[in-house]
């Protein structure tokens, strides 16, 4: 069988990265298998050149990739399956699984907060998706549901693959935490800090999670800083907007996973304000660093982190407010969740085979 995986999230310090990430590091192809990886030019894909036949796009251009390049791997490389993150090629001569982890956007509540492009992207793509990939994956029971339900689409044709964590999510020791110095690295200082992985699009609710942030520097007198991990050019037009908190808050471009888990657990918690319905990969990785969290209020959210987590109303930025003080003040103390990248990369196997084979 050979397999074709869209990878150009990697290198993104993403949640889209995260779940790539941990299903790729745990999948071990089966006798005879060839796995191809579609990546960025500029990807760091060291961990991967022994395991798959790497190929880098030749365009940056998200539409090209999409609909021009995927389509002309498949050929080239006589793909049996193509797995691909959010789209599907309108003309692809293999069976296409395609990941949509939540359609968020098709419940945000005030469309005027919504990137207009963005949005208008997701409403004409994502239906098309749902609709014409043989295979969809999803990562919890409630968006199965929902995209069946939204979407007319049998829900046999979509499965569920969960989030789990990878090995370099964990409680570190001092000594490891010194020779990483996460703090010095990224200019954070010695002060406490709580961390959010995000980035400046309307579903990750980062611009609701800085003013409720401001209202708690506001009311308390407190040196707590908020750290802001993600690519430093989404953040270009936010650095003027909040220059007068530039010392409180701080946007990391951490592209490093072990970095990453470093500041997780220098961090007094972990918060995630996100629409995305899962509440993504982040929050479990944060509890395996033995750090409290608190999350937007999801249907997903509670499927995937139970009574393990802070909840709060994401539209409403005191309420996010009060998330933050419970946090700091109130935490509920990180229980490690049971999960494993391997049980969701045999999954993942099971249904790339399905799918070629169905054809």
């Keep these: 069988m050979k397999v074709g995986i869209d990878a150009h999230m990697l290198g993104c310090a993403s949640e889209d990265e995260s779940f790539y990430r941990g299903i790729l590091d745990a999948l071990k192809p089966d006798k005879g298998d060839v796995y191809y990886l579609f990546v960025e030019k500029d990807a760091d894909i060291s961990r991967y050149m022994k395991k798959f036949k790497v190929v880098p796009f030749r365009s940056n251009n998200a539409f090209t990739r999409n609909f021009f390049e995927l389509t002309s791997f498949c050929y080239k490389y006589d793909l049996d399956v193509l797995h691909t993150l959010h789209y599907v090629p309108f003309n692809s001569p293999c069976p296409v699984v395609?990941?949509?982890?939540?359609?968020?956007?098709?419940?945000?509540?005030?469309?005027?907060?919504?990137?207009?492009?963005?949005?208008?992207?997701?409403?004409?793509?994502?239906?098309?998706?749902?609709?014409?990939?043989?295979?969809?994956?999803?990562?919890?029971?409630?968006?199965?549901?929902?995209?069946?339900?939204?979407?007319?689409?049998?829900?046999?044709k979509i499965e569920v693959v969960g989030n789990a964590v990878s090995s370099e999510f964990r409680i570190m020791d001092d000594d490891e935490l010194d020779e990483l110095d996460v703090r010095g690295k990224y200019d954070i200082g010695y002060s406490p800090f709580l961390l959010c992985v995000g980035d400046t699009r309307s579903e990750?609710?980062?611009?609701?999670?800085?003013?409720?942030?401001?209202?708690?520097?506001?009311?308390?007198?407190t040196n707590i800083r908020l750290v802001i991990v993600g690519k430093n050019d989404l953040y270009d037009d936010l650095y003027e907007e909040f220059e007068e908190y530039e010392d409180e808050i701080?946007?990391?471009?951490?592209?490093?996973?072990?970095?990453?888990?470093?500041?997780?657990?220098?961090?007094?918690?972990?918060?995630?304000p996100a629409f995305v319905e899962g509440a993504g990969v982040s929050p479990i990785e944060a509890l395996n660093?033995?750090?409290?969290?608190?999350?937007?209020?999801?249907?997903?959210?509670?499927?995937?982190?139970g009574n393990r987590a802070i909840y709060f109303d994401p539209y409403d930025e005191e309420d996010i407010y009060e998330g933050i003080c419970r946090l700091v003040?109130?935490?509920?103390?990180?229980?490690?969740?049971?999960?494993?990248?391997?049980?969701?990369?045999?999954?993942?196997?099971?249904?790339?085979?399905?799918?070629a084979t169905e054809m």
């Excluded at 982890?101 to 005027?112: L, W």
């Excluded at 592209?255 to 007094?268: H, Q």
């Design 98 to 156: 395609c990941t949509i982890n939540d359609i968020s956007f098709e419940h945000e509540k005030n469309k005027n907060n919504v990137n207009k492009v963005e949005y208008l992207k997701n409403k004409l793509m994502i239906p098309f998706c749902a609709k014409h990939a043989d295979k969809v994956v999803t990562v919890s029971n409630i968006s199965r549901r929902d995209i069946a339900n939204t979407y007319d689409v049998s829900q046999k």
């Design 204 to 221: 990750k609710n980062i611009l609701r999670l800085i003013d409720a942030y401001i209202m708690y520097k506001d009311r308390w007198d």
């Design 250 to 272: 701080i946007f990391a471009g951490c592209r490093d996973r072990l970095d990453l888990a470093a500041l997780i657990n220098e961090s007094e918690g972990y918060i995630c």
């Design 289 to 305: 660093c033995g750090r409290p969290i608190a999350v937007a209020d999801m249907p997903h959210a509670h499927e995937e982190l």
């Design 329 to 355: 003040d109130d935490p509920i103390e990180a229980e490690i969740p049971e999960s494993s990248w391997e049980d969701s990369s045999r999954r993942m196997k099971k249904i790339y085979r399905d799918a």
